[in-house]
């Protein structure tokens, strides 16, 4: 939109860089990489392009496609740092020699994702990486998130979150990652470590470990946006599964928290407030999840997110097919948190008995004495079996343990409510 147009008095600028930001970073930057080479400098000078725009646009007016002018605005940059390093060779003298080709006339279609991206992800959650390090690059250079942004939803003071990506594009740069996407016959793992970047995201994003608000809804957006991208770049079926996983959670998120933002119980919420589209989406690609030759991690807890999506309520869930379903998880994905989502199905489904049994044999095993659900599964099961002295003081156990002041709230209250009864 031209200054001269007369509808670009109606826009602020600042807004509109913040916008095409948001929608075109990973291309600009994907582009960048993939013309100069080298991952650390493209993230750098697009960063140089952002601020550039946010003097010029609002001098100058919005340019008619503002990503082709962030993109030869950031080639420029590019040029002028390969200068500053006197760095004449071959590289330089392409790059310089197609700085000048504009890209003003081409118009960038918000629906076409490239190749571009998708090597963008694969970079950023290359394993080379820790795995702090990857959701952090990956909000950053995929997600388009400013780093305040990344440091608020992280819930990291601003200078520890620049650190952390400035080490992440350093450790790229000394581990000379390729700025490509994997060969066919590497993708699939690495593919694996872009699906857990995201789950961490989004499972922090649903269940805050910390601080006041239990639902991050910044982070859980942003992470079921991305599963979207990239089940559009490689639509592999646990790819469908991630995001069929992410829908069909997300769908409960209008029920989860009362007026207060107070954690609201499976059991309490009200089903009619669930996202019904959002559970459209997430069956359909749990649908294309089982075209594949058998159900993977994130599709066989999707398909159990199915069952309570599906369902009436508590007592009309089918219990016995969520059993079944995490015993397959516990084969493909083996942990001691699967083995406690399990029990909990158990008890749902053969009694509390049943399912007190498997806790207490996983509390024995030490391997989650510090995980405060243990003891919030423990205290459910002993308040049902009316043995409320044991149920008080693992409800409060748990309370000591969570580092969410939400969750906690409402831990204190069950224990103060089971001293009641």
């Not at 147009?5 to 807004?15: C, H, K, M, Q, S």
């Not at 002295?389 to 831990?411: D, H, I, P, Y």
């Amino acid at each position: 939109m031209a200054r001269g147009d007369g509808a670009a008095l109606t826009v602020d600028p600042r807004a509109a860089v913040e916008a095409v930001w948001r929608i075109e970073s990973a291309r600009l930057v994907g582009a960048l990489a993939r013309y100069t080479g080298d991952f650390e400098l493209a993230e750098d000078v697009a960063q140089d392009a952002l601020a550039e725009a946010l003097v010029a646009w609002p001098r100058d007016g919005v340019p008619d496609n503002p990503g082709g002018w962030l993109l030869t605005t950031g080639r420029r940059r590019a040029v002028d740092a390969f200068r500053r390093r006197s760095a004449r060779d071959a590289r330089y003298a392409a790059i310089g020699h197609t700085v000048e080709t504009v890209v003003e006339d081409e118009r960038w279609d918000p629906d076409v994702i490239d190749d571009d991206v998708l090597a963008l992800m694969f970079v950023a959650c290359h394993p080379v990486l820790s795995r702090d390090a990857r959701v952090a690059l990956t909000l950053r250079v995929v997600g388009g998130l400013t780093s305040e942004e990344i440091a608020r939803a992280l819930l990291l003071p601003l200078p520890t979150l620049q650190a952390r990506i400035t080490r992440a594009k350093k450790t790229l740069t000394a581990a000379r990652v390729p700025f490509a996407v994997p060969p066919a016959d590497e993708r699939p793992a690495r593919l694996a470590s872009v699906l857990n970047v995201l789950y961490v995201i989004f499972t922090e994003g649903s269940s805050a470990t910390s601080g006041d608000a239990w639902i991050r809804h910044d982070l859980a957006r942003e992470a079921v946006r991305l599963a979207r991208v990239v089940t559009r770049l490689e639509p592999a079926p646990e790819a469908f599964g991630l995001l069929a996983l992410l829908e069909l959670t997300a769908a409960r998120f209008p029920a989860r928290t009362d007026a207060a933002g107070r954690p609201v119980l499976l059991e309490d919420q009200d089903r009619h407030r669930w996202d019904r589209s959002a559970i459209t989406r997430g069956r359909a690609a749990l649908a294309r999840a089982s075209q594949g030759a058998g159900l993977g991690p994130y599709a066989l807890q999707a398909a159990i997110a199915e069952c309570h999506a599906v369902a009436p309520s508590v007592a009309d869930t089918d219990w016995e097919r969520i059993v079944l379903l995490y015993e397959g998880l516990r084969q493909v994905a083996p942990s001691p948190v699967v083995d406690l989502n399990h029990a909990v199905a158990v008890s749902m489904a053969r009694g509390p008995e049943a399912g007190l049994r498997l806790v207490d044999e996983l509390a024995e095993s030490g391997s989650l004495l510090r995980y405060h659900p243990l003891h919030v599964v423990r205290a459910e099961l002993l308040r049902r079996l009316g043995r409320l002295a044991e149920a008080r003081a693992a409800f409060l156990r748990a309370a000591e343990m969570c580092g969410n002041a939400a969750e906690r709230s409402v831990l204190e209250d069950r224990a103060h409510g089971v001293t009641d009864r």
